[in-house]
């Protein structure tokens, strides 16, 4: 990882993105390879999180997001369900236990139909991080792009209707501030793992620039060379 992190710094005139974007793609397939349940490749699919979480802050990066439960995956059966919900409540603890003073911890998406425990635990993360001043790290989980947008409308109409504001303040920065990801800066790179070309409803809004890079390999499989792959394939967007 230090060599990464030497050589990517290294680079001359290297640009590090301010916002990095992950869609966590291919853990049960990782784990149907290898023979084993789909949960477990789940499981292995958190360690690289921790990982890329590390490297990303010493680079200097400003906001990262890991995608790792979409408003659509409610769809899968229900024991896959009711794992990642335990999984993703210890993965909290995990977080606010190892952020330090650097990583303040956000949750992007909506609390329906997750369970009280997992809403605690990502209450009591955000709380104990919130004062820190490092990388925000965002975890989109039961987020959907297009959930966020109509949330931000429902809101926008709400403020116009108590008076808060006039349908002529409406404009993209206000928009952008209405929606989970206010305050933050748009999304610069897209990185999707498992060789699937698409953003599944990924932050829509804010991924108008963003430049994209794929891998083939499956996410429990990603490692520090990965992202400097992917941070050399922005450089290549001119600005
Ligand atoms: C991504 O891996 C994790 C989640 C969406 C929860 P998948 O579970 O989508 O793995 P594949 O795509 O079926 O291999
Ligand atoms: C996309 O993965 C969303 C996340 C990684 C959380 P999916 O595996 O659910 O997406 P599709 O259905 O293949 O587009
Ligand atoms: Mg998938």
Redesign the pocket.
């Known amino acids: 990882m230090t060599n990464v992190i030497e050589d990517i710094l290294e680079t001359e005139g290297i640009r590090i993105p301010k916002h990095i974007g992950i ?6 397939r990782w784990a149907q390879n290898r023979g084993l349940p789909r949960s477990l490749g789940h499981k292995a699919g958190t360690k690289p999180i921790e990982t890329i979480t590390n490297l990303c802050f010493k680079l200097g990066v400003e906001t990262l997001t890991f ?4 408003s ?2 409610w769809k ?1 059966s229900g024991d896959e369900v009711i794992f990642l919900m335990k999984l993703f409540s210890d993965f909290f603890i995990k977080l606010r236990n190892e952020a330090g003073n650097n990583i303040k911890v956000k949750h992007i998406g909506v609390f329906n139909n997750l369970p009280n425990t997992l809403i605690t635990e990502i209450k009591e993360t955000e709380i104990s991080t919130k004062n820190n001043s490092g990388m925000v790290l965002n975890i ?2 039961n ?1 959907g792009g297009r959930l966020e947008i109509t949330n931000s409308l429902k809101k926008i109409v709400n403020d116009i209707n108590a008076g808060n504001i006039t349908i002529d303040k409406i404009n993209e920065d206000l928009i952008s501030d209405y929606l989970f990801t206010s305050g933050l800066q748009d999304v610069d790179l897209i990185i ?1 793992t ?1 060789g ?1 070309m ?1 953003t ?3 932050m829509i809004w804010q991924s108008t620039n963003a430049q994209l890079w794929f891998t083939k390999d499956h ?1 429990p499989d990603f490692k520090p060379h990965h992202l400097k792959e992917s941070i050399k394939h922005y450089n290549r967007k001119n600005i």
């Open positions: 869609i966590c793609d291919g853990n049960g995608y790792v439960f979409s659509e995956n899968r989109a989980l987020y999707r498992s699937e698409r599944s409803n990924f996410w």
